[in-house]
């Protein structure tokens, strides 16, 4: 439906119900506080204490190839949830500015730790995570922009 345009949702015998959008209301609504807090306790309540059980914590450990697997206690305490916005566009969505929040962890070797390196596998914390927010009905996939 194009801009200040009217669609018709309902044609009966007696009646025809046409419906204009209210694009900024829906643009408020969708990075509103409401919404901020929504999103928000998604990624605070089921997606951080899964992360935070499937941390590895100690000091770094030599591996099986003789490499070292930094697992400082730092990369634990380092998770955050980060509030932000994301633009959303799509076919049938006209460009739409949506709360949105990221689980983020500022460890200095929180790469390494995910995704590992030549001398050793990552434990995969934030690919666990959210495939637990998946099979829980949650889509948590990073909006691309």
Do not use: C
Request: aromatic letters at 4%; proline letters at 6%.
């Amino acid at each position: 439906m194009a801009v200040g345009q009217r669609e018709q949702v309902y044609r009966g015998r007696h009646v025809t119900v046409d419906y204009q959008p209210d694009r900024a209301s829906i643009a408020a609504l969708a990075v509103g506080p409401e919404i901020r807090a929504i999103v928000h306790d998604v990624a605070a309540r089921p997606a951080l204490p899964y992360a935070l059980a499937l941390a590895p914590v100690g000091r770094a450990q030599r591996t099986e190839r003789g490499g070292e697997q930094p697992t400082a206690p730092r990369y634990k305490e380092s998770f955050e949830v980060d509030d932000t916005t994301v633009m959303v566009v799509g076919a049938g969505i006209y460009p739409l500015l949506r709360a949105a929040a990221n689980l983020v962890n500022q460890a200095p070797h929180a790469l390494i730790v995910e995704k590992g390196n030549s001398k050793f596998g990552g434990h995969h914390v934030m690919d666990r995570t959210l495939a637990h927010l998946l099979t829980l009905g949650l889509d948590a996939r990073r909006s691309e922009t």
